[in-house]
Nanobody, 124 residues
Framework: QVQLVESGGGLVQTGGSLRLSCAAS????????MGWFRQAPGKEREFVAA????????YYADSVKGRFTISRDNANNTVFLQMNSMKPEDTAVYYC?????????????????WGQGTQVTVSS
């Protein structure tokens, strides 16, 4: 079992930045790929970014490419999402998730463990 706890959400103005963190409970954190998803009111949950267990490979949704950066610190069981040049359409609850190796990390079905989510609101 992997427990995930997100933090760092909040209210930011258009063009501003936020950094989300996700702390994992399990010592084998480094064996999991990690992803960030988001869900806006009335919309389906969507993929934002993912990072392989080593950190060497990253994936981004087209909507955030060039603005968001995913990274991880395996020594401290933490994954980050740096969000820059934020837009009102980035407003959503953001979730981190953990997936075993070898899956399609762009789909939420790949992930076995999920955090509780953190609210991000971008004002116009």
């Amino acid at each position: 079992q992997v427990q995930l706890v997100e933090s760092g959400g909040g209210l930011v103005q258009t063009g501003g930045s936020l950094r989300l963190s996700c702390a994992a409970s399990k010592r084998t954190f480094s064996s999991y790929a990690m992803g960030w998803f988001r869900q806006a009111p009335g919309k389906e949950r969507e993929f934002v970014a993912a990072i392989a267990w080593s950190g060497a490979i990253v994936y981004y949704a087209d909507s955030v490419k060039g603005r968001f950066t995913i990274s991880r610190d395996n020594a401290n069981n933490t994954v980050f999402l740096q969000m820059n040049s934020m837009k009102p359409e980035d407003t959503a609850v953001y979730y981190c998730a953990a997936a075993p190796r070898g899956r399609n990390y762009r789909t939420d079905a790949a992930y076995d463990y999920w955090g509780q989510g953190t609210q991000v609101t971008v004002s116009s």
